[in-house]
Nanobody, 123 residues
Framework: VQLQASGGGLVQAGGSLSLSCAPSGHTFSSYGMGWFRQAPGKERQFVAGISWNGLATDYADSVKGRFTISRDRAKGTVYLQMNSLKPEDTAAYYC?????????????????WGQGTQVTVSS
């Protein structure tokens, strides 16, 4: 069972990126899903979460109004659309799956993790 995150890159401040998280070996259709990020020397922090059915979402205050999480349950893929990017958004971004179908902002609730995809925002 794996999660594969992709879509990171280098972008100028104010630009946009779209991240994807594709599963293998499991669709995670009944799992809550989330995105976290970790900057060098800092703890991994919650960015956005989505419920199993996609009807409930949650965002860190720092990204509200700029980022949008969504999912395609048929494919099992989760997306993170990031707009109006800022240099402080620079980090490795990780997708994860939790048994909590409603989703969660707590890192410890997530059982499965993908590898990180690097997002770098230049000023």
């Amino acid at each position: 069972v794996q999660l594969q995150a992709s879509g990171g890159g280098l972008v100028q401040a104010g630009g946009s990126l779209s991240l994807s998280c594709a599963p293998s070996g499991h669709t995670f259709s009944s799992y809550g899903m989330g995105w976290f990020r970790q900057a060098p020397g800092k703890e991994r922090q919650f960015v956005a979460g989505i419920s199993w059915n996609g009807l409930a979402t949650d965002y860190a205050d720092s990204v509200k109004g700029r980022f949008t999480i969504s999912r395609d349950r048929a494919k099992g893929t989760v997306y993170l659309q990031m707009n109006s990017l800022k240099p402080e958004d620079t980090a490795a971004y990780y997708c994860a799956a939790t048994l909590r179908g409603a989703g969660s902002s707590e890192l410890s609730d997530y059982r499965y993790w993908g590898q990180g995809t690097q997002v770098t925002v230049s000023s």
